[in-house]
């Protein structure tokens, strides 16, 4: 008797990374890199690890497609649209759609939402109230050939002309709290976001499926009705290409105002202490919240997660530690000969965190903890690099404060090296 068994296959998904971050290095490129600095501490704090690609990399086949898909989304920041028109090749633009279309996502903001739209609608020079504010005939319409959306990317708001780019600010947002995920993350009925030239969406050829607003523009309090252009319109959606997601921004709101945590104080084309910023009736680290909360909300829908709601921002830590091990008296560095062999996996299963390099000057990974006791077990847990002047770096290798994801407050610090006893402070130290 011959006994026949048939197997089914099971195809893992191999990624590289779970983001694949546009960022071309060359002058010009089209991506604002303060945008990028935001991001990145978005992909630090919570744990997503990423991967720089360009326009050569997209028109290669980078990205991947259906089983072989090497990333879980692409993510396009701010910039100039017209530079990735020009650099994506129309191959490159069919390589985003295949891999979109078989289950990756894309989350666009500002340019990168202009860029996926099928028409840009851009006013460049304001003609009403002196210059105050758009006419509709001020908007003119450009073609663009990614397509992800049948529609028109428009913008600026009527009411806040480019003007050369001098107009960033806080602009009121509706949020559409009866949406599954706006509900779910408790944003209010109002909010502010960072604004600095985005797009309302408007004109559909035809509504994408499963289309989702997650909020709208509002303008402001004695706007006279011919400014009015893009009120009421969508500034934020979602929605489905083919198996995959796509949201689009109009706002920067991974960008936050008074806050280090984002890595960042503007100064490339906003200087962010010269601004006098209308916050409303809320807080900056209200509307800090907020912003970082809608942004974490798309990135987890971008990496195939369940949205969870952040309660607060996290807080950060400056630290030196020296290992006994590597520690060289001569110089007060520590030896970092073993920098080519370090894993770009952490080695700690507390916190799995993966870098795309490790710098030449780092010595290891260390583990950061925090107790709310010395006994206590940990509140949260960071893998960390280690640099050979005792800082602990983000992956960047110059940004010397950690985030960690704990309510502001005082905390035993506690660090761990996978060959050396683990060390905790004497006392709590306040965090915020």
């Known amino acids: 008797m011959f006994l026949i068994l048939f197997c089914r296959l099971a195809f893992s998904q191999n ?34 690890s990423y991967k720089v690609i360009d326009h050569n990399d997209i028109n290669n086949g980078e990205l991947g497609s259906g ?49 996926a739209s099928d028409t840009t609608d851009w006013a460049q020079t ?50 559409n709290t009866s949406n599954p995920t706006m ?17 309302v969406f408007t004109n559909f050829s035809s509504i994408p499926d499963n289309y989702e607003i ?44 008074g806050s280090d945590v984002d890595n960042l104080k503007l100064s490339q084309f906003i200087n962010e202490d010269s601004l006098s910023w209308d916050v409303g009736n809320q807080t900056l680290d209200e509307i800090n919240l907020q912003s970082w909360n ?21 807080v950060l830590l400056s630290l030196k530690i020296f290992l006994e091990g590597p520690y060289n008296p001569s110089t007060n560095l520590m030896n970092a000969n073993l920098s080519g062999v370090i894993p770009l996996t952490s080695p700690y299963p507390e916190n799995v965190r993966n870098v795309e390099s490790i710098p030449n000057d780092v010595v290891d990974w260390v583990l950061i903890q925090l107790r709310q006791s010395a006994n206590g077990s940990a509140l949260t ?8 002047d005792g800082n602990l770096i983000r992956n960047d290798d110059t940004t010397k404060t950690i985030s960690l994801n704990v ?11 996978r060959n050396h006893l683990p060390v905790m402070s004497s006392n709590k130290i306040n965090l915020n």
């Open 15 to 48: 990624y590289v990374a779970d983001f694949a971050l546009y960022d071309p290095s060359y002058e010009d490129d089209g991506v604002w890199e303060e945008e990028v600095t935001a991001l990145k501490a978005l992909f630090f704090n919570y744990n997503w």
């Open 67 to 115: 089983t072989n898909r090497r990333y879980k989304a692409l993510i396009s920041p701010g910039g100039w649209a017209l530079n990735r028109e020009i650099a994506v090749t129309p191959a490159g633009e069919n390589n985003i759609r295949n891999f979109i279309s078989s289950g990756g996502n894309y989350v666009g903001f500002c340019a990168g939402a202009y860029w």
């Open 126 to 175: 304001a003609t009403g109230g002196g210059g105050t504010y758009y006419n509709e005939s001020d908007y003119f319409p450009y073609d663009y050939n990614l397509n992800l959306l049948k529609g028109y990317a428009k913008g600026p708001f009527g009411w806040t002309p480019w003007n050369n780019g001098d107009t960033a600010s806080f602009q009121i947002a509706n949020i």
């Open 183 to 199: 509900n779910l993350i408790g944003l209010p009925d109002t909010t502010r976001f960072f604004y600095y030239g985005g797009p």
């Open 214 to 257: 997650w909020a709208t523009a509002v303008a402001p309090k004695g706007t006279v009705p011919a400014a009015r252009i893009g009120e009421n319109d969508p500034t934020v959606i979602k929605f489905n290409y083919g198996a995959g997601n796509v949201i689009f921004f109009s706002y920067h709101p991974e960008v936050l105002i």
């Open 294 to 314: 809608i942004v974490h909300a798309a990135l987890q829908i971008a990496n195939n997660e369940p949205v969870t709601k952040i309660t607060s921002l996290p």
């Open 381 to 388: 847990s960071k893998s960390v690099l280690l640099r050979n």
């Open 407 to 417: 309510t502001p407050g005082s905390y035993y610090i506690v660090v761990k090296h």
